[in-house]
């Protein structure tokens, strides 16, 4: 079997690439419906009304924090349409350079998302330890939202705000994750 490839020059542009494993998104979602990790503990979401750029580098931000922490682990990248309508795509192995690559400048960035109405580009490594969204809305607004351990979403809340990002922490990542679902 074949999979997309994250093309950088081009975002996200069917290339062949290898193989893939379709149970690895399967798995998060599942993960999810069973409340486990990273979907076990809190959730970071962005307040007020973010712009094109404080979503870029609030995303910047959280990857470059998760790569400090996780940067061993395989990275995994999806269209993700939780909130759209549950569809579930395979998600395309990225590396961490790509993914940081993919924040260089507001071009880059919009490369790396949908057109489609609350379809957000998820990351999350190969253990289940966190999953970061984000999407870009244009005149809908711009989101982001990260579940990962409460020891990494403290530290990304306190980075957002020294660069005047508001965020707040969500106790229940799972309840956030049902309530938003489309499916």
Same mark, same amino acid.
């Given at each position: 079997? @074949? %999979?997309?490839?994250?093309?950088? =020059?081009?975002? !996200?542009?069917?290339?062949? =690439? ?18 486990? %990790?990273? !979907? ?11 712009? &094109? ?7 910047? @931000? ?28 395979? &998600? ?17 960035? =919009?490369?790396? %998302? ?28 711009? !989101?982001?939202?990260? %579940?990962?351990?409460? &020891?990494?979403? &403290? ?21 956030? !994750?049902?309530? =938003?679902?489309?499916?």
């Amino acid at each position: 079997m @074949t %999979c997309l490839d994250f093309d950088l =020059r081009n975002g !996200f542009v069917p290339v062949l =690439r290898g193989r893939y494993n379709p149970l690895m998104n399967v798995e998060l979602a599942s993960r999810w419906q069973r409340g486990l %990790c990273p !979907f076990d503990g809190s959730v970071l979401v962005t307040e007020g009304d973010l712009t &094109e750029k404080t979503l870029l580098a609030t995303v910047r @931000t959280a990857l470059v924090l998760l790569q400090g922490i996780h940067g061993t682990s395989s990275l995994y990248v999806n269209e993700d349409w939780h909130d759209h309508d549950g569809f579930i795509l395979p &998600e395309q192995s990225v590396s961490w350079t790509e993914a940081l690559a993919g924040t260089k400048d507001v071009e880059r960035f =919009r490369t790396t %998302c949908s057109d489609d109405y609350l379809v957000h580009t998820l990351f999350y490594p190969s253990d289940f330890s966190f999953c970061l969204r984000y999407w870009l809305g244009g005149a809908d607004g711009y !989101f982001f939202d990260l %579940c990962a351990s409460a &020891e990494e979403l &403290e530290r990304l809340a306190v980075l957002l705000q020294s660069v005047g990002v508001a965020a707040s922490v969500q106790p229940s990542a799972k309840q956030y !994750f049902d309530r =938003r679902y489309a499916g």
